[in-house]
């Protein structure tokens, strides 16, 4: 009988140690901090031994496989004795790839991957493809497998995911694009973080599919660095004629596969704005090469409803619109947000920077941004980039009193956007917790 411990009991290593005890192994669960109740329950209703609040080194480092948290750093104390000692340590993705014989599609980026999974999912669910969603985006694959397999699974992976990846092999690859974003895991350097990425395809064959954004500078960069890139590969494009297979042209998005053509006009798609072009290009090549034809891509392009916090519509008071984007944490996912809308901006930014470079983002306020309305412990960074650049710039540790400013300096036609640029974690448990005080700031001004 294998013997498997899992660290940490998180979703993730939650559906390992079930997956794992339904083939037989004898799993060991250690979480240093404490384990959800609902969790413990369904560890010991299953029978599988399990500790919290601290780890039994002897417990991890002797057995035959270690599933770690894609979390947890190679580096960390316990997983780097037990690879020491011989141990197959791995993720539980890779995991989870072992029981499955379902075709994956699997989708990373810096910005754009959550909505693109989405897409992607919902596009083949509407052609009524057999299709699991998982990865780092709802119930763990290895949880789902313990009820059930698919014939497609459409997977969120981050770049520590990635990391984990051994033998898993996606059929359909979707990298959106690359922008600096947790340096810290990757010894401050973006060689290695675009490294990381580029891991998506590492596995793949000729018969596999890599489609990714042609117009990337860092994405090209790990292109041309790499050994070897075997899949085929399906470059989308937003700002150029050439024949890539998919690109976005006048009020249309285009794509080529397998000497077909497809095309959508943009006024059929729920997504709007010039980043949603993209992931609805990259979801749209993905659902194409899995057999989606061109009647359900346009349905399931017209019908997606995207994930909360992602440019998400909330509310409109006196003719002034409030769009909630709090997943926009970095700057490049601001400077999608600021270029979306043709309006008049008030924009509400701030929290924890993230050694953000304020400057890629001037040719998105000039003449365009209004107001800018600081929402955080510390906004000197934001006030010394924006001072003489924006007309008026007010601060604030009140998302209440940063939606009834925008809504008394904002007139009937203009959008009250907050896109933060930053993370959350000085005023809110997470862009959750943010996203959805704005919601309610705004709901209360309605009321």
Known sequence: MSKIAVLGAGESGLGAALLAHKQGMQVFVSDGGAIHPDRKTMLSSAGIEFEENGHTESRLI??????????????????????????????????????????????????????????????????????????????????????????????????????????????????????????????????????????????????????????????????????????????????????????????????????RQFSVAQSQIALKGKHNMLNALCAGMAALIAGVDQKSLAHGLETFVNAPHRMEAAGEVSGVRFVNDSKGTNVDATAYALAAYKEPLIWIAGGVDKGNDYAVLMQDIKDHVKMLICLGKDNAKLLKAFDGEIPLIKETQSVAEAVSWGLEYGKAGDVVLLSPACASFDLFKNYEDRGDQFKKAVKNLEA
Do not use: C
Not at 208 to 231: I, M, R, W
Not at 236 to 248: D, S
């Open 62 to 259: 002797n057995v035959d496989t270690l599933i770690k948290s894609p979390g947890i750093p190679y580096s960390q104390a316990v997983v780097a004795k037990a690879i020491a000692n011989g141990v197959e340590v791995i993720d539980e993705l890779e995991f989870a790839s072992r029981y499955s014989s379902g075709k994956v599609i699997a989708i990373s980026g810096t910005n754009g991957k959550t909505t693109t999974t989405l897409l992607t999912y919902h596009l083949l669910r509407k052609a009524g493809i057999d299709v699991g969603l998982a990865g780092n985006i709802g119930q763990s694959w290895a949880g789902q497998l313990v009820d059930g397999d698919h014939d497609w699974w459409v997977l969120e992976v981050s770049s520590f995911q990635i990391d984990g990846f051994i033998s898993l092999k996606p059929d359909v690859a979707i990298l959106t694009n690359i922008t600096p974003d947790h340096l810290d895991r990757y010894e401050y350097k973006m060689e290695k973080y675009i490294e990381s990425k580029l891991g998506l395809i590492k596995n793949m064959t000729a018969n596999d599919h890599f489609v990714y954004f042609a117009e990337d500078k860092y994405t090209l960069q790990g292109l041309s660095n790499a050994s070897s890139v075997n899949p085929a590969r399906y470059p989308v494009a937003l700002n150029t004629k050439e024949a890539y297979a998919g690109v976005e042209t006048e009020g249309h998005l285009e794509w080529r596969v397998d000497q």
